[in-house]
């Protein structure tokens, strides 16, 4: 059985304001008997950071690479070794820690762009398999990227079509109502919630494919992540010990409307936004265009801004009807 708590990796200084959401969020609505936050390499100011540990059943864990990557598990050591090819990239790192500390512990990783909404514990009970993962709603998956085939080939022509109708959706006021009417993306798995015994069969078979790649391939975005377990699911000698959950479990809308989330509106509701009946988590996607296309950086959206944007944002309300009290 896939044990209840909870697992994130922070890897850096400047530890965020919404980031600290996410675990207070786990913490007030996940009902994990413990949520372990991993970290390495922090500020000299981390004031969001420190809080964690005035949360419940939050532990903060400084990851020990010699500890972790120990020569006594010769699967893990390689691993550690493979770590060492990564060229100055926390995303990347965050795809290898994600398997280590499941692997090592169990339970369910959380990307910190994740909010969550309701308990895991039911969600866990009924997994049948050693891990499992959730369907997101997206453009590019790897085959889509990559065509080996004219289908394929037809595919991306598709996407990249789509693309263009998305960014129109984001630019234009409420334009989430009909890009979601529209249904129009490619359903694959994400790791950015994912659950797994300890030691179990599928994360065993993640950290053996990793530990194939050489260092091109370890540097290459979304390679040893969403890609890797996208053909991870597909092949049959592991297909067997994973359960892949419907989209709407922790991905209920897709990276491409995030931005309308910190965009001001005069009025807002977020079950317009999308449909959180069945949700255990939303991925907001911290990494989408959200941030990379305006002046304004995850940073900035702290506590106070928040706060004073309460009645506006479609991201407060959507704490205040599913967080509660986190903007008393």
Known sequence: MIPNQAHFVWIGPNFPCLYYLSVYSAARNGGFDKIFVHHKHLGTDEKWFHRLGELPGVILQELDFDKIFS?????????????????????????????????LYGGVYLDLDIVVLKPFKELLIRTSRTAFLGREKILFPEHIVYPTNTRDKLGKFRSILLVRLRNMCERIPHGYVFYNKLGAYVPTVNGA???????????????????????????????????????????????????????????????????????RYKRVDINRFCDLSNSYAIHWYSASSTFRASRMSIQDIDYEYLKANRNSLLFCDMLQKYVKGVLA
């Open 71 to 103: 020569s006594e598990n010769q699967l893990m050591f390689k691993l550690g070794k493979q770590r060492d090819l990564i060229e100055k990239s926390p995303m990347i790192q965050s795809d290898l820690f994600r398997y280590a500390v499941l692997y």
């Open 193 to 263: 919630v994912f659950g797994s015994e300890k030691s179990g069969s599928f994360v065993m078979g993640m950290i053996a494919k990793t530990n194939q790649y050489g260092a091109v391939e370890m540097n290459t975005p979304l390679k040893i992540g969403p890609f890797l377990l996208q053909g991870a699911v597909a092949d049959t000698n592991m297909s067997s010990s994973i359960e892949i959950l419907r989209s709407d479990y922790f991905y209920p809308t897709p990276p491409g409307l995030t931005k309308h989330l910190f965009r």
